[in-house]
């Protein structure tokens, strides 16, 4: 019963630990003009290849119209580009600036230095085990989707 109270404990605040604390360590000087939520969109955006606006609102779940605003805003501080695809006008391609592809790697660091905390100590098969339980946690919440 004891493992089901720690367990418990640790989901119900665990999440709202990760955003306050990611968004601290993220939101720095440099980075200050956006929120975490700005971030997970350039995360979503990538570093590499321009995509469309449908496919990273779909990546986020979230509205191409939720997008479209947050994007007009990172825009203008100069974080994302936006371009018609030369394939089909319609199509709107969206990429990182300079300044959005330091967001995205500091944002990376972050996320690499938070799983090499959870991982440290752990064998092999504790690792296992952890991705097994955590990836039933995420299926979990999926189903509600």
Do not use: W
């Amino acid at each position: 019963m004891e493992a089901y109270k720690t367990l418990d404990d640790v989901l119900v605040n665990l999440f709202n630990d990760i955003m306050t604390i990611e968004g601290k360590a993220i939101i720095t000087e440099e980075f200050k003009d956006i929120s975490n939520n700005d971030m997970h969109i350039i995360a979503a955006v990538g570093r590499d290849e321009a995509r469309n606006m449908s496919s990273v609102a779909k990546s986020l779940n979230i509205t191409v119209g939720t997008l479209t605003i947050a994007v007009n805003n990172l825009v203008k501080k100069g974080y994302i580009t936006r371009v018609r695809s030369e394939k089909d006008r319609r199509v709107v391609l969206i990429s990182l600036t300079g300044k959005g592809r330091r967001a995205y790697d500091h944002h990376e660091r972050f996320h690499r230095e938070m799983i090499q905390a959870t991982l440290a100590g752990l064998s092999e098969n504790e690792t296992r085990v952890l991705v097994t339980a955590l990836t039933n946690l995420k299926d979990f919440f999926r189903s509600y989707q």
